[in-house]
C-alpha cells in the first residue's frame, strides 16, 4: 500500500499571491486583545502641523475577510475631530469600507468584490485641502471627493493604525509605504522594511513611529511556513485553480481543496468512481471548461480509462480516454493550451531513456501526437522547467536532469540550459 503524506509549505513571498516583500501585517481579532497590533506614528513633541494640504497614503492589504473593525483613527491633535477608516466583511463575494468622523458621521463607503481584493496590495490615499475644505479619497481606481467636512487652516494629525485606546476591534490587514506628505519640509515616508523591534523608521532613517505587537512581513521572505498537513493512501496529486484561489488536491478516492484566502481545508467524496487508476496522477485544469482532468500514459491494461475529468461543482467523475503511449513518461511537463484546445508536454524518462519529445494530446479525438520542431536538439531530459508566454506562442523549457545520448545507463547531468520553442515558426 502506497502511503503519501502531503505537506503544504508556502513561503509568504514566494508565490504572487503572497507577495509581501515588506510591510507590517496586524495581529487582529482573532488574537486576545493584548496581543492584537497597535502602530502610532509621532509621540507627542513631534507631530508635524500642516496649513495648506497634506496627504496620507499606503498600500492596503486584507488578510482576513471574515472580520471587521478600524484600519485608522487620525486625531487632530490642536482640536477633538477625529476621522476613521474601518473595513467590514459583508458576505462570501463583498466588503465594504468606511471612512467617518469618528462616532459621529459616516462620509463615504465603498463595496468592493472580495475577489479583488484577496490578498492584493491596494493603493489608498487621503488628501487634504486645508484651504478649500476637501477630501479627495482613493482607493483603488475607486475616487471619491467630500466637501464641507469642517476642516480647519491647520492640520496637526496624530496618526494610529489598529489597536488604540477604545479602538479594540480591527481587521486582519498588512500596510506597506505608508506616507505623509505636505510641503518639502514636513513630508515623511514610512516603508515599513523592518524586521524586527518596535521603532518604526522613515526612508532616512529616522524613528518616528512605535509598534506593539508587530508582525514584520519581511521575514516571510526567508521563513517558511507551515499550512496544514494531510495523508493519502493512494496515488495523489495536487494543482491551482486561480479562479477560486483553492489548490485542488485529489487521489483515487477522495478529493481535498485548501482555500489560501482563508487557509481552510474542505475534503469531499466523488458522487462515483475516478474510472483512471491511478498510478502517477498526472493531472492538468482545464480553464475552457473549468474541469480537472487526470491522466495516465502508460502501464494499465489496455483498453481501460487513462484520461478522465473532474467536475468540481458535483465532484463526478466522467472518462473521456483510452489514448496511452508505449513508454511511460516519469517527471514530464505539461501545459493546457487553451488556444488549440489541447494538452502539450515536453521530456520525463521511462523504459530507462530519457526524453526530449513535444507530445500533444486532442481531447475530443482521444490521441497523442507527436510534433516536430526543427533548430537545435534539446538534450533528452526530466525534471526540467517549462513555462509559456501568454499567447502560448512561445515555449520556455529550462534546465533538468538528463543527457546527450538519452540512455539512462549512461548517467544523468544536473542541465543548466534554456531552450525557446517558436510554436508559430515551429522551431
Excluded at 497590533?37 to 496627504?55: A, D, V
Excluded at 518604526?200 to 505587537?213: A, E, I
Excluded at 482521444?366 to 534539446?378: A, E, K, N, P, V
Aim: hydrophobic share 35%.
Amino acid at each position: 500500500m502506497i502511503r503519501r503524506r502531503l505537506c503544504l509549505l508556502f513561503l509568504l513571498t514566494g508565490m504572487t499571491l503572497f507577495a509581501y516583500s515588506q510591510g507590517l501585517l496586524f495581529q487582529a481579532n482573532d488574537k486576545e486583545i493584548k496581543e492584537r497590533t497597535s502602530l502610532q506614528i509621532f509621540q507627542e513633541g513631534e507631530i508635524p502641523c500642516f496649513t495648506k494640504n497634506f496627504q496620507l497614503s499606503f498600500e492596503l492589504s486584507i488578510r482576513d475577510f471574515d472580520t471587521f473593525g478600524y484600519v485608522f483613527l487620525l486625531k487632530e491633535d490642536q482640536g477633538k475631530t477625529k476621522y476613521s477608516f474601518t473595513y467590514t466583511y459583508l458576505d462570501g463575494e463583498n466588503s465594504t469600507f468606511k471612512f467617518n468622523t469618528d462616532g459621529k458621521e459616516n462620509h463615504y463607503s465603498l463595496n468592493l468584490r472580495n475577489d479583488a481584493l484577496a490578498y492584493q496590495w491596494i493603493p489608498v490615499s487621503f488628501a487634504f485641502d486645508l484651504q478649500q475644505d476637501v477630501l479627495t479619497i482613493r482607493i483603488g481606481d475607486n475616487e471619491k471627493k467630500i466637501t464641507s467636512l469642517g476642516l480647519k487652516d491647520t492640520f496637526c494629525p496624530h496618526l494610529f493604525f489598529g489597536r488604540y485606546d477604545y479602538i479594540l476591534d480591527m481587521p486582519t490587514f498588512a500596510i506597506r509605504n505608508l506616507k505623509l506628505e505636505g510641503d518639502r519640509s514636513h513630508s515623511y515616508t514610512f516603508p515599513l522594511n523592518e524586521n524586527e523591534g518596535e521603532e518604526v523608521h522613515t526612508s532616512t532613517g529616522k524613528v518616528l513611529g512605535t509598534v506593539v505587537n508587530p508582525v514584520w512581513l519581511i521575514n516571510g521572505s526567508y521563513h517558511w511556513e507551515k499550512l496544514f498537513e494531510y495523508s493519502f493512501q493512494t496515488p495523489s496529486g495536487i494543482t491551482f485553480e486561480p479562479d477560486s484561489q483553492r489548490l485542488i488536491i485529489f487521489s483515487q478516492d477522495s478529493l481535498l481543496t485548501y482555500n489560501l484566502l482563508k487557509r481552510q481545508p474542505q475534503k469531499y467524496s466523488y458522487s462515483n468512481k475516478l474510472p483512471v487508476k491511478l498510478q502517477l496522477a498526472t493531472h492538468f485544469m482545464n480553464t475552457t471548461d473549468g474541469k480537472l482532468y487526470v491522466y495516465e500514459l502508460n502501464n494499465l491494461p489496455l483498453g481501460d480509462a487513462t484520461v478522465a475529468a473532474l467536475d468540481l461543482n458535483n465532484q463526478e467523475w466522467k472518462q473521456t480516454g483510452v489514448a496511452a503511449l508505449p513508454v511511460q513518461l516519469h517527471h514530464h511537463d505539461g501545459f493546457w493550451d487553451e488556444t488549440t484546445g489541447k494538452y502539450l508536454v515536453f521530456g520525463g524518462f521511462g523504459n530507462k531513456r530519457f526524453n526530449n519529445t513535444f507530445l500533444e494530446y486532442d481531447i475530443e479525438a482521444d490521441r497523442w501526437d507527436t510534433l516536430s520542431y526543427s533548430g537545435d536538439r534539446i538534450i533528452p531530459r526530466y525534471f526540467s522547467g517549462m513555462v509559456v508566454n501568454k499567447n502560448r506562442e512561445r515555449i520556455y523549457v529550462f534546465g533538468g536532469m538528463g543527457n546527450e545520448s538519452g540512455e539512462q545507463s549512461v548517467g544523468r547531468n544536473y542541465l543548466h540550459d534554456l531552450y525557446l520553442l517558436d510554436r508559430k515558426q515551429q522551431s
